[in-house]
């Protein structure tokens, strides 16, 4: 059953204490949020351009996938020993370390360095994941949802900042690229400053030494179930279509500045609608908001098997946004009812950790699929995990209700 009945007493921050949070954690996701545009944008092209073999292509981002995933438990442990902030300059030192790496990589045309940055990349990304639970540290119960959601929206100003950093960057010197990593690196730095001025409620008691009930009991919960199976499939399949899409429009013939303006709606798409999506969650419940976002991923994949012009791409990576954006938030705001205030850093970890692992899958897979099948077979195999968390999901839930 859900946690309702907190056995350590919470701290809630003054409001002004909690604004202040909000706007800091929302500027840092922009900022982060353009470091990982930049490498979505670049990745599968620059690792087309240096890979020893075209299968390898995507590789890159794959190990960015990685990188998210076996940084996020990690991460986590620095957050309950140290403090979330400390947590947080750790990853943007990560994000500094990835721009420089990825500079060297185009320069000197290593594959591997560049899959060496990416790896830092994804744990700089695996920080940024925590911001959103970052931002309901010391809010009431009932603003939770709401916090989250609107830390979220910081990635509209990342839709933007980032497909514009390649575009305005990527010819600068004469290796491509190069001078678009160097700027990312300088993004991430600007960031750590940000994340100096947050004040979050120090670790709660027990919190570092692994307090409160067992992971494996937690575990069981119909609630985090429901909320892993929607956050995973959602996170993959945005991951899946994404990682393939800008390489796709290449092979059709678009330019790679159509590529980076579908992908900045695209990000843009993935973080606007977190103005409403807490509000949605508390009007609807967490339930029905994550069910609408997984139909509008298959109607993302859908509208991508009608066509392959420009407008079809654009609409399928607008689609694909709005939909994680619903099912992601929503199945994060169920995880912040499945814990105590000890448990929450080992439980939020945990699922991020399970959430990324199982989307590295389709960061894998995403560029051998395209290259040996082709766009369309990218869009088919989507429905598969699809039918399978919309069968899931509310039977997870259903199992809830029946116990409380």
Known sequence: MAVSEAAAEEVILPASVQRGNMARLALAQALAGANSTVLYATGAIVGAMLAPIQALATLPISIFVVGMAACTLPAGAVARRYGRRRAFLAG?????????????????????????????????????????????????????????????????????????????????????????????????????????????????????????????????????????????????????????APLAMRLCGHPQETSNLGLQWHVIAMYAPGFVTGRLIARLGAGKVVTLGLLLIGAAAAVGLTGID????????????????FGFVGASSLVLECHRPEERTRVQSLYDFIVFGVMAVGSFSSGGVLTAYGWDTVLRVAFVPLAIALVAAPLALGRRRAAA
């Not at 500094?96 to 744990?123: D, H, P, Q």
């Not at 730095?189 to 494996?216: D, F, K, N, W, Y």
């Not at 420009?310 to 609409?315: C, N, S, T």
Request: hydrophobic share 60%; net charge positive; with cysteine.
């Open 92 to 244: 943007t030192g990560c994000g500094v370390v990835t721009g420089l790496l990825a500079a060297a990589a185009t320069v000197i045309g290593s594959f591997w360095l560049f899959c060496l940055a990416t790896f830092f990349g994804g744990a700089y990304a695996a920080v940024v994941q925590s911001f959103r639970f970052a931002a309901a540290d010391g809010v009431e119960p009932e603003r939770r949802a709401r916090a989250l959601s609107l830390v979220m929206v910081g990635g509209v100003a990342a839709g933007v900042l980032g497909p514009q950093l390649v575009t305005y960057t990527m010819d600068l010197w004469p290796h491509m690229f190069a001078a678009t990593y160097v700027a990312q690196g300088a993004v991430a730095a600007l960031s750590a400053v940000v994340l100096m001025g947050v004040r979050l409620p120090p670790p709660a008691t027990g919190e570092a030494a692994g307090g409160g009930r067992p992971l494996a009991q937690i575990v069981r919960q119909p609630l985090f179930l429901a909320a892993v199976v929607c956050g995973a499939i959602s996170y993959l399949l945005m991951n899946f279509l994404m990682t393939a």
């Open 310 to 325: 420009v407008a079809h791409f654009w609409l399928t990576l607008v689609l694909l946004g709005v939909g994680w954006n």
